[in-house]
């Protein structure tokens, strides 16, 4: 009967049809659907410390209430994913103790610290510029519930971009010392940003079996080659060097070449060696920890309402 379910399953994703909670799915599917959903929601949910940061700092009230609502929406994407992932068959707490314990990653990204305004802007800009190129295939992957969040996910992020760009433009078109900011932002958000597309596809572990279940749509590589031919031109239009001397238009492939990436320094941070590793997880599970008793009486809350409808 197995076999015959596998064949089902496997007719729908040829189809591109999409695979809904009730549907029978293999069991790997469903693992690798919870590793890569959850990771991404940790990654949303962690991602909003390094923005936080500068919320009360913002430098008007008009950057204010936009920073605010970014860091809200992810919060919101957070939310979503987690509950996507539910419908796999783990619950909410398994997720977080996941990540509290270290055991599920989050993205290498949110692991360099906000030192200046202009890292805002440079947040928005190429980390949400990345996570748009990442997440538009996304929509179209095979698990209903994970491609519907992409949709609205989508739709967040490119405001998110536009806010990140609008903020490098200003302090691009603004005195010396502003564009300065901006370079300085840039130069150390660039390679960060490559790396957060995941490693190159030789080195890949999960994408040829995540392509044939077409959970991912692109590989690694294409991604990050988008990304690039896309932000390059961004860069030169308000007169940003991107701090690549090897980056060159390449007239026969119609893409940017680009110079080598620091593998290293991205592994040395999805192991937890990187500059806010440790922030970041002990602001997590400090909320986590802090947050027991809003559960705990919610909990109460809940049971005496309960027992008084049972009366
Ligand atoms: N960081 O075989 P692959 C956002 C791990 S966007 C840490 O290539 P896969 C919005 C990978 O998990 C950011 N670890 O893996 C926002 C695996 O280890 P495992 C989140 C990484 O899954 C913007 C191992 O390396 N977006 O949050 C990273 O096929 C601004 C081998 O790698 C998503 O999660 C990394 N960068 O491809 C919020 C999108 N890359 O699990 C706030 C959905 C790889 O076996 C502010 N995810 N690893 O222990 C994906 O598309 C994929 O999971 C990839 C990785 C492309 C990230």
Redesign the pocket.
């Known amino acids: 009967e197995v076999k015959n379910l596998e064949e089902i399953f496997e007719q729908k994703i040829a189809r591109d049809e999409k695979i809904e909670p009730k549907d029978w799915m293999p069991e790997k599917y469903r693992q690798t659907h919870i590793?890569?959903i959850s990771?991404?929601a940790h990654?949303?949910i962690v991602?909003?410390l390094p923005?936080g940061n500068w919320i009360t700092r913002a430098p008007s009230l008009r950057r204010k209430v936009a920073l605010l609502a970014k860091v809200q929406d992810?919060a919101g994407h957070g939310l979503y994913l987690y509950s996507a992932c539910e419908t796999l068959g783990i619950s909410r707490d398994e997720l977080y103790d996941q990540l509290h314990t270290g055991k599920a990653?989050?993205?290498?990204?949110f692991n360099y610290p906000t030192i200046t305004w202009a890292d805002i802007g440079a947040?928005g800009w190429l980390?949400?510029g990345a996570?748009i190129i990442?997440?538009v295939p996304?929509c179209s992957t095979s698990y209903g519930p994970y491609a519907r969040a992409m949709v609205r996910v989508c739709k967040e992020?490119s405001f998110?971009q536009r806010q990140g760009y609008e903020i490098m433009m200003t302090l691009a078109k603004g005195t010396p010392e502003q564009k300065e900011m901006a370079q300085d932002a840039l130069n150390r958000w660039w390679w960060p940003s490559l790396?957060?597309?995941?490693?190159t596809d030789a080195e890949?572990?999960?994408?040829e079996q995540?392509m044939k279940w077409k959970l991912?749509r692109k590989t690694?590589d294409e991604l990050r080659q988008q990304f690039i031919d896309q932000t390059v031109p961004q860069a030169d239009l308000i007169g940003l060097t991107i701090p690549d001397p090897d980056l060159k238009w390449n007239a026969k492939t119609k893409h940017y070449d680009f110079g080598e990436i620091d593998w290293d320094e991205f592994w040395q941070v999805?192991k937890g060696h990187g500059p806010c590793n440790h922030e970041r997880m002990s602001a997590r599970v400090n909320a986590w920890e802090k947050g027991e008793w809003v559960r705990d009486a919610a909990m109460a809350y809940a049971k005496k309402k309960e027992d008084k409808k049972l009366k």
Do not use: F
């Open positions: 590793r890569q990771q991404h990654s949303e991602g909003m923005e992810e990653k989050y993205s290498s990204i947040i980390v949400d996570a990442n997440q996304l992020e998110h790396m957060m597309l995941g490693p890949s572990v999960h994408t995540s991912k690694n999805v």
